[in-house]
């Protein structure tokens, strides 16, 4: 069973626009989040993160959102560059411990930049 | 170099074959963790060391998958008698020791992917 999913395989946006990103988890002993960015022929790279007791977090043109309740978060760039094109990964895990770097990662979504 | 570095970054073999993939991680990085992705997934946990005891294997698919880091630095996985489905891309990462000044971030090296004919 995907446990983390993101339902949108792509998307396509032009450049200076907001680009969202979404995910979505089902196992609701989640309680950390994190987005990978990955260009082809690279290992992902971390992206941004947020821990459950939070809702928000931003770091420069990125934003994570989290709804608890609707076990659903997005990611949020604004503005969109051309160098932002890549695949996105959500990924989850169970925070404390050893169980930090333990991510279930959904599957992807191909974000497009357009100039 | 200062990043986590993977070696082969390709690797061909037949059927049957038994391969080794070496990670070197990020020096002073205590956790080490194997990923593997298929093609159009997200990478899928295979196991996690820490130090040179494997913390947790709970990922690794079945026996034919073997991993050890004896020294607690370059890490060696190891697949043997090798299938179709064994194809993708191999992922290693390192980072501190959880629980200390860990996020949760991951460095990943570039992957060694792996192509069994």
């Known amino acids: 069973d995907q446990q983390v999913k993101q339902n949108s395989p792509s998307l396509s946006v032009q450049e200076g626009r907001i680009s969202i990103l979404n995910c979505d988890y089902t196992?609701?002993?989640?309680?950390?989040f994190l987005w990978y960015k990955k260009y082809p022929a690279e290992g992902p790279t971390f992206l941004i993160s947020?821990?459950?007791?939070?809702d928000k977090n931003e770091d420069g043109r990125f934003t994570v959102f989290l709804n608890k309740s609707a076990k659903h978060l997005s990611l949020h760039i604004v503005p969109s560059q051309p160098g932002d094109s890549a695949v996105y990964f959500c990924?989850?895990?169970?925070?404390?411990?050893?169980?930090?770097?333990?991510?279930?990662f959904g599957q992807g979504t191909i974000l497009t930049v357009h100039p | 170099g200062a990043g986590v570095s993977q070696t082969p970054s390709n690797k061909v073999t037949e059927k049957g074959k038994y391969v080794e993939l070496r990670c070197d991680p990020i020096?002073?990085?205590?956790?080490l963790y194997w990923y593997r992705q298929s093609l159009g997934q997200g990478p899928e946990f295979l196991i996690y060391?820490?130090?040179?005891?494997?913390?947790?294997d709970s990922g690794l698919p079945n026996d034919r998958f073997f991993a050890v880091r004896p020294e607690g630095s370059v890490s060696t996985l190891k697949i043997q008698r090798t299938e179709r489905g064994d194809s993708a891309v191999y992922l290693c990462?390192?980072?501190?020791?959880?629980?200390?000044?860990?996020?949760?971030?991951?460095?990943f090296g570039e992957g060694s992917r792996l192509t069994v004919l």
């Open positions: 990462a390192s980072s501190l020791t959880p629980g200390t000044y860990n996020t949760g971030e991951l460095f």
């Open positions: 196992n609701s002993m989640f309680d950390y």
């Open positions: 947020i821990s459950s007791i939070k």
């Open positions: 990924a989850a895990s169970v925070a404390g411990g050893t169980s930090y770097g333990k991510l279930t």
């Open positions: 020096s002073g990085h205590t956790a």
């Open positions: 060391f820490q130090g040179t005891g494997a913390a947790d």
